[in-house]
């Protein structure tokens, strides 16, 4: 979107203006109480100061990206796509919240929500166009590129949380066909019924590309009641996302690691939830062969996929695997509300899956990027330094082969260097 150079002055001061606040992260509870009373004009006023500070805060980081990534079209379409929503927001800044008003700014969410439809796998291609034209991408431009779509992914779950609230419970047909949902949430989600949909549509997929399909085992284990199946409160969306993801994954590893021939023989997925004091953890178990300690560091990083990479034709289909992007937005669902996603592989036999979601609405905040100097730092280029034996420069490593003796050398470590995590 172009702007005469006035217009865009005023909403460069304005996107200054925002990006100097924190976002205001809520809870699940919040969200429930808030939806039991809904008031319009109330979330009216909440939204038109929160989701300008929201977009602020990511398009600050966004420019700040490598600019050999900034430049492809992809990261461009993107880029727009956040201005034009920013420009959008403010425009009702200070209108009073009137009838008119209220329509149109609901109007203008759901414009807002279906522009940023597309933003993971537009900014995906945007990843791939830069490793075509680049080759191997440096390790610091690396690092940078996956904190950024960390906070990027991240910050777009979080709007889109607060629209689609906002838009069901006040939209052109608030509370249609929603049932015990309060906007998105459904306050006695059942987990296990959410597995059993997961599992199902993700067997579909492995039937269609393997012609058969692991088995599915689900237990329950209510440490706190006796009360099953166990229930919470959530965003049952979101927790499908993640389970469908690991679903895939593991019929994927099973069907290829088994002699998909004879399906009678596939080892089951086995899923137990269980209930605790301080989570709700969801256990998937899968006898595919298991991941290399090695290739465990590579799982949550965009830049990486064991799966041949789709083409841009398939961008709006769900193949079996693809982008690589499965995982890290999975675990980002887990942790937006202070959950969290954990991987533990037997190398040669099988990879267990564990999603954590808090057991406490209270606790479950919105876990949310903040742009300040701590988060600029991170997109600054620098050579990472090792401070282990193991992260030693091949220089060294050649210089000491004088002075050891071949078989310690031989019998010294070899591990990559383990990538920092960064809890935003």
């Not at 004009?41 to 100061?49: C, G, M, N």
């Not at 379409?77 to 008119?100: H, M």
Request: with cysteine; proline share 5%; charged share 20%.
């Amino acid at each position: 979107m172009r702007l005469f150079p006035v217009r865009f002055n005023q909403i460069q001061k304005m996107l200054d203006f925002y990006s100097q606040f924190n976002p205001s992260p809520l809870s699940i509870k919040q969200f429930i109480d808030f939806g039991l009373n809904a008031c319009e004009s109330k979330s009216y006023i909440f939204l038109r100061k929160e989701l300008p500070v929201r977009l602020a805060n990511i398009m600050k980081e966004i420019a700040l990206l490598p600019e050999n990534l900034l430049r492809t079209s992809s990261a461009s379409q993107v880029s727009a796509w956040y201005a034009r929503s920013f420009e959008e927001v403010i425009q009702f800044e200070k209108t009073e919240p009137t009838q008119s008003n209220l329509e149109k700014f609901c109007s203008t969410l759901v414009q807002i929500r279906n522009r940023h439809s597309d933003v993971v796998q537009t900014m995906a291609q945007g990843v791939i166009e830069l490793k075509e034209s680049q080759g191997n991408v440096e390790p610091s431009t690396e690092s940078s590129i996956q904190y950024f779509l960390d906070r990027l992914y991240m910050s777009r779950i979080s709007i889109r949380m607060l629209i689609n609230q906002h838009t069901l419970l006040f939209g052109e047909f608030p509370n249609e066909n929603q049932g015990r949902h309060i906007g998105c949430l459904d306050p006695a989600c059942d987990i296990s019924s959410v597995v059993q949909d997961a599992y199902e549509n993700a067997r579909f997929l492995c039937d269609q590309y393997y012609l058969a399909s692991p088995e599915l085992i689900l237990r329950e284990h209510n440490s706190l009641e006796n009360k099953y199946p166990i229930r919470t409160v959530y965003v049952p969306s979101h927790l499908y996302h993640m389970l469908f993801e690991i679903f895939k994954n593991s019929m994927r590893a099973v069907m290829e690691h088994h002699d998909h021939d004879h399906s009678d023989k596939l080892p089951p997925l086995q899923v137990i939830i269980v209930q605790g004091k301080e989570d709700i953890c969801v256990k998937i178990s899968d006898q595919g062969g298991g991941i290399p300690r090695t290739h465990m560091d590579h799982l949550f990083k965009y830049m990486y996929s064991t799966a041949p990479q789709p083409s841009k034709s398939d961008m709006h289909t769900v193949p079996l695997a693809g982008y690589g992007y499965g995982l890290p937005i999975s675990r980002l669902y887990a942790r937006y509300f202070h959950g969290d996603l954990v991987l533990m592989s037997c190398d040669g036999f099988g990879t267990d899956a564990v999603i954590y979601l808090k057991t406490l609405s209270d606790e479950a905040n919105e876990l949310l990027p903040i742009f300040n100097k701590t988060s600029t730092k991170f997109y600054k280029s620098t050579v990472p330094t090792g401070d282990w034996s193991s992260q030693g420069s091949v220089m060294n490593a050649r210089q000491m082969n004088a002075a050891i003796p071949k078989r310690c050398i031989e019998n010294g470590s070899n591990d990559s260097t383990e990538e920092v995590s960064r809890e935003n």
